[in-house]
């Protein structure tokens, strides 16, 4: 982030000027940091269980005590948590499951397949493949959280097209940790078992899954899904390119992939 900017603009009334790149507006206001710590972790565990078992009751809060969610799957998984940076709040989690060599299903999707007659590694390279869950992002927390709030900015009328770019902020940080954890992983393969409403809302932002077999129920009824990153992000750039930059870092990250593929090809 840039520090000089986001002082200038917080010790002084002066509006932030609306012709602000996405890009710019994230860092001014988001980060999705890594929990390596015990307390960075809990923070985690506390925020999806504000969003899975308040909000969203997709799990039972009576079997997650002190108010943390935790699974099976954290031990083997790196998490992020998104932060709102004016006000230091956490406001949302995700995670990657790496592959565990241990368990007869590698991630938890394999089993969800497995059950249904698909093998996860006919369409991805197990080794360089995570499981992105527990993508989530507080609803309470967020209506608390005005993206302006308290900056000294000039209240002016938004089209609906920007105020939907800059709602998507919060997802769009979310997304480029994963990128970014991928990245330093030398992971090439996500997967997920998603609604179909977030596939279609991440399509329309250019985040395009590819469905491997039939819907499975899985707390309701949800679409076991893969995508090869490298080919996401082309699909992005030539459809979002704002998201792109976002997501990417101003193309950082894309870069960063594009040499890792270069080295396992020489390899």
């Known amino acids: 982030m840039n520090k000089v900017l986001f002082r200038e603009f917080t010790e002084t009334s002066v509006a932030w000027p609306q012709e602000m790149d996405l890009l710019t507006r994230h860092d001014i206001y988001f980060e999705t940091r890594a929990a390596f710590t015990p307390e960075m972790t809990d923070l985690a565990h ?11 009751k997709f799990e039972n809060k009576d079997q997650h005590t002190g108010g943390l969610e935790i699974d099976q799957f954290d031990s083997h998984s790196i998490h992020g948590i998104l932060f709102h940076r004016p006000t230091g709040d956490a406001m949302g989690t ?5 592959p565990d060599r241990n368990t007869e299903d590698c991630l938890p999707i ?7 007659g ?7 390279a197990i080794d ?7 993508f989530a992002i507080s609803k309470q927390l967020r209506r608390r959280i005005g993206d302006d709030k308290g ?18 902020l919060p997802c769009l940080s979310l997304i480029q940790f994963l990128l970014r954890q991928s990245v330093e992983s030398g992971v090439t393969y996500w997967t997920a078992v998603m609604e179909e409403k977030l596939l279609r809302m991440l399509a329309g ?4 899954f590819h469905s491997i077999g039939p819907l499975v129920f899985h707390h309701g009824l949800r679409q076991p899904s893969y995508c090869y990153l490298p080919q996401m992000l082309d699909e992005m750039k030539s459809e979002q390119r704002d998201y792109w930059n976002v997501i990417t870092n101003g193309g950082e990250l894309a870069e960063r992939l594009k040499l890792i593929l270069r080295k396992s090809a020489l390899a």
Do not use: F, K
């Not at 999806?48 to 078992?53: E, G, I, S, T, W």
């Not at 698909?118 to 991805?124: G, N």
């Not at 002016?156 to 770019?165: K, W």
């Open 46 to 56: 506390s925020v999806r269980y504000q969003v899975y078992c308040l909000e969203r």
């Open 94 to 98: 995700v995670r990657l499951i790496l």
């Open 110 to 116: 394999s089993g969800l397949l497995r059950e249904n």
């Open 118 to 124: 698909y093998d996860l590694a006919q369409h991805v």
């Open 128 to 134: 360089r493949t995570v499981e992105v869950s527990r």
């Open 151 to 168: 900056l000294g900015v000039a209240a002016s009328p938004l089209s609906r097209e920007e105020r939907e770019r800059r709602g998507n």
């Open 205 to 208: 932002m250019g985040i395009h």
